[in-house]
């Protein structure tokens, strides 16, 4: 199983990043502000959901699978005949690991679309935005 991560959102429905901590997201959002112009009401952290890719319960359709190509080849006897649930389950297992490692190498694993565990924190009140000196509303005395 992947740790958690987590990503941050100033309007609870578009989340940015994939950070190790909710800490680190904060910090990050906290960075971010940085760049805004406008100042949002919160920062909203969520703990990304991992997509379920459907690596696990297939040692029972492989099984099988190879019990039909050993028939149909010319070898004789029974083949895997005599599995118990617990050679059934490590297969399943070592299955899971390895196709969810493959899709990791290939860069396959679909990336995380849902969140959950959604924390608000106040945006702090020190916010500065810089103004083009033109757009300026007011002047400094002695300023023509």
């Not at 740790?3 to 578009?14: A, E, I, L």
């Not at 997201?25 to 919160?42: T, V």
């Amino acid at each position: 199983m992947s740790k958690p991560t987590f990503g941050y959102s100033f309007d609870r429905d578009n989340y940015h990043g994939s950070y190790a901590t909710r800490q680190a997201a904060l910090e990050a959002a906290l960075e971010s502000l940085k760049q805004r112009s406008d100042m949002p009401e919160g920062i909203f952290i969520g703990q990304w959901i991992q997509p379920d890719v459907q690596s696990s319960g297939h040692a029972e359709t492989i099984i099988e699978a190879m019990r039909e190509r050993w028939e149909a080849s010319s070898e004789s006897g029974n083949y895997l005949d005599q599995l118990d649930e617990h050679q059934i389950a490590d297969l399943d297992a070592s299955l899971d690991a390895c196709i969810r490692d493959w899709l990791k190498r290939h860069q396959l694993m679909p990336a995380p679309t849902k969140l959950r565990a959604i924390s608000e924190h106040p945006v702090p009140n020190v916010h500065h935005v810089s103004v083009p000196q033109q757009e300026r509303e007011t002047s400094l005395m002695g300023e023509a």
